[in-house]
C-alpha cells in the first residue's frame, strides 16, 4: 500500500499544468508518459440553415407578365379598341375574342391556350373548329379574355365568339361556319333551383305514414 501511494505522489508531482487561449484553452498533460491526456473546451459548431425560394412560381409569373407585354404591343388600346372582335357566351362563361393576322397563337387571359385549358383535347379543339373550318388555323392569332362558368363553358363561349369574329372579316364565312352550327348561341343552362325543393327539381322524400 506504501509502495503505491509512493507511486502515485512521484506521478502527480511530475503533472504540469498549462493554459492556452488561442488554440486550446484548457489542456492538461503527463509529462513522463509517452500517452497524454488532453481535456479542451471548444465551440460548438453552429447550425447554418438556407431557405431558397421556389423557383417555378416566380418563372410562372415572369412568364404571364412578358405574355401581358405582348398582347398589349398586340392589341395598343385594349380589346374594345380593335376591329375584329367577337363575344362569345356559353352557360355562364362570357368570352370576348380578338383575332389578328398571325401564326395560329391563342392567348387566354395572358396564358397559352394549352395550359389554360389544362391540355384538355376536347376543349382544345372547340377553340380550334372555326378556324380549321375555313382553313386558317395558320393564318390569324386569337387573344382572348374570358371570366365565369368553367373551362368547358369557357372553351365552347371562345369558339362562338372567334366565329362571330371571323364573320367581320367577311361575310362569305357565314355560310361554311354556319353550315357547321359553329354561329348558334346554345341557350342551356343550369336551371335554377325552386323554394321547397333540394335542387331545380329533385323534392325532398314523401312518406304517406
Same mark, same amino acid.
Given at each position: 500500500?506504501?509502495?503505491?501511494?509512493?507511486?502515485?505522489? +512521484?506521478?502527480?508531482? +511530475?503533472?504540469?499544468?498549462?493554459?492556452?487561449?488561442?488554440?486550446?484553452?484548457?489542456?492538461?498533460?503527463?509529462?513522463?508518459?509517452?500517452?497524454?491526456?488532453?481535456?479542451?473546451?471548444?465551440?460548438?459548431?453552429?447550425?447554418?440553415?438556407?431557405?431558397?425560394?421556389?423557383?417555378?412560381?416566380?418563372?410562372?409569373?415572369?412568364?404571364?407578365?412578358?405574355?401581358?407585354?405582348?398582347?398589349? +404591343?398586340?392589341?395598343?388600346?385594349?380589346?374594345?379598341?380593335?376591329?375584329?372582335?367577337?363575344?362569345?357566351?356559353?352557360?355562364?362563361?362570357?368570352?370576348?375574342?380578338?383575332?389578328?393576322?398571325?401564326?395560329?397563337?391563342?392567348?387566354?387571359?395572358?396564358?397559352?391556350?394549352?395550359?389554360?385549358?389544362?391540355?384538355?383535347?376536347?376543349?382544345?379543339?372547340?377553340?380550334?373548329?372555326?378556324?380549321?373550318?375555313?382553313?386558317?388555323?395558320? +393564318?390569324?392569332?386569337?387573344?382572348?379574355?374570358?371570366?365565369?362558368?368553367?373551362?368547358?363553358?369557357?372553351?365552347?363561349?371562345?369558339?362562338?365568339?372567334?366565329?362571330?369574329?371571323?364573320?367581320?372579316?367577311?361575310?362569305?364565312?357565314?355560310?361554311?361556319?354556319?353550315?357547321?352550327?359553329?354561329?348558334?348561341?346554345?341557350?342551356?343552362?343550369?336551371?335554377?333551383?325552386?323554394?321547397?325543393?333540394?335542387?331545380?327539381?329533385?323534392?325532398?322524400?314523401?312518406?304517406?305514414?
Amino acid at each position: 500500500m506504501a509502495m503505491s501511494i509512493s507511486t502515485l505522489a +512521484s506521478s502527480f508531482s +511530475s503533472l504540469s499544468f498549462s493554459s492556452q487561449v488561442s488554440q486550446k484553452p484548457y489542456s492538461i498533460s503527463l509529462a513522463p508518459s509517452s500517452k497524454s491526456l488532453q481535456f479542451s473546451k471548444t465551440k460548438p459548431q453552429s447550425l447554418t440553415v438556407l431557405a431558397t425560394a421556389a423557383a417555378e412560381p416566380l418563372t410562372a409569373d415572369l412568364e404571364t407578365s412578358n405574355i401581358e407585354k405582348y398582347v398589349k +404591343s398586340r392589341l395598343p388600346g385594349g380589346f374594345a379598341a380593335q376591329t375584329l372582335i367577337g363575344t362569345g357566351r356559353r352557360k355562364c362563361a362570357i368570352a370576348r375574342v380578338v383575332i389578328q393576322e398571325g401564326t395560329g397563337k391563342f392567348i387566354i387571359n395572358y396564358r397559352d391556350a394549352k395550359e389554360y385549358l389544362q391540355g384538355n383535347p376536347l376543349w382544345l379543339q372547340y377553340i380550334k373548329v372555326p378556324l380549321a373550318t375555313l382553313g386558317y388555323e395558320t +393564318s390569324y392569332d386569337v387573344f382572348v379574355k374570358a371570366h365565369g362558368g368553367g373551362l368547358s363553358g369557357q372553351a365552347q363561349a371562345i369558339s362562338l365568339g372567334i366565329a362571330r369574329a371571323l364573320l367581320k372579316v367577311s361575310e362569305d364565312h357565314r355560310k361554311p361556319l354556319r353550315k357547321e352550327g359553329l354561329l348558334t348561341r346554345d341557350a342551356r343552362t343550369v336551371e335554377r333551383k325552386k323554394a321547397g325543393l333540394h335542387k331545380a327539381r329533385k323534392a325532398p322524400q314523401f312518406s304517406k305514414r
